[in-house]
T-cell receptor, first 113, second 111 residues
Framework: ETGVTQTPRHLVMGMTNKKSLKCEQHLGHNAMYWYKQSAKKPLELMFVYSLEERVENNSVPSRFSPECPNSSHLFLHLHTLQPEDSALYLC????????????FGPGTRLTVL | AQSVTQPDIHITVSEGASLELRCNYSYGATPYLFWYVQSPGQGLQLLLKYFSGDTLVQGIKGFEAEFKRSQSSFNLRKPSVHWSDAAEYFCAVGAGNDMRFGAGTRLTVKP
């Protein structure tokens, strides 16, 4: 058991919808991450939060908006997405950033119609 | 440019046979190195990691990896593969705030 949960596990949305992905870690970690996993592409680091402050933003389009209200919760707000944004979105946490082991959630499978 | 390469997209081995998954990287600084495994419908699970010290690292599930600085490699090995090892394997390399993953190698295990 990883101690990192993600909801929903599956999400289908139209391009004009607004939705949010939720991640919760029960490990007492200080850092949390969002990754995008697309078919046949390497895992892409999207956002990193350490002690509730964003420390990394790898040129992610503004239609993805992260929020970290506390060290246990991380959200990814989605609006006006494109079909190419369909992917598995993985959340992870680690004790500290960047060298500690990351523990991953099961992911949210997102389909944009 | 910083990069991580897993040259093999898909490998098939027989159960009980040995396994080696390759990972090469290009980084300016001395990186820290990870191997993760992903089963279908699951998130990634850490197998092992290397930061410093002994270049041969032991991990969970009988896996080991060797860091070879001269070859910029961090290959994953297992002496005898079990059917439950069938999964996708990812090498990851980091330095500072940067973390990059390879494209993954899918392992199929034949009975």
């Amino acid at each position: 058991e990883t101690g990192v949960t993600q909801t929903p596990r599956h999400l289908v949305m139209g391009m004009t919808n607004k939705k949010s992905l939720k991640c919760e870690q029960h490990l007492g970690h200080n850092a949390m991450y969002w990754y995008k996993q697309s078919a046949k592409k390497p895992l892409e680091l999207m956002f990193v939060y350490s002690l509730e402050e964003r420390v990394e933003n790898n040129s992610v389009p503004s239609r993805f908006s992260p929020e970290c209200p506390n060290s246990s919760h991380l959200f990814l707000h989605l609006h006006t997405l494109q079909p190419e944004d369909s992917a598995l979105y993985l959340c992870a946490s680690s004790q500290d950033h960047p060298t500690d082991t990351q523990y991953f959630g099961p992911g949210t499978r997102l389909t944009v119609l | 440019a910083q990069s991580v390469t897993q040259p093999d997209i898909h490998i098939t081995v027989s159960e009980g046979a040995s396994l080696e998954l390759r990972c090469n990287y290009s980084y300016g600084a001395t990186p820290y190195l990870f191997w993760y495994v992903q089963s279908p419908g699951q998130g990634l699970q850490l197998l092992l990691k290397y930061f410093s010290g002994d270049t041969l690292v032991q991990g969970i599930k009988g896996f080991e990896a060797e860091f070879k600085r001269s070859q910029s490699s961090f290959n994953l090995r297992k002496p005898s593969v079990h059917w439950s090892d069938a999964a996708e394997y990812f090498c990851a390399v980091g330095a500072g705030n940067d973390m990059r993953f390879g494209a993954g190698t899918r392992l199929t295990v034949k009975p």
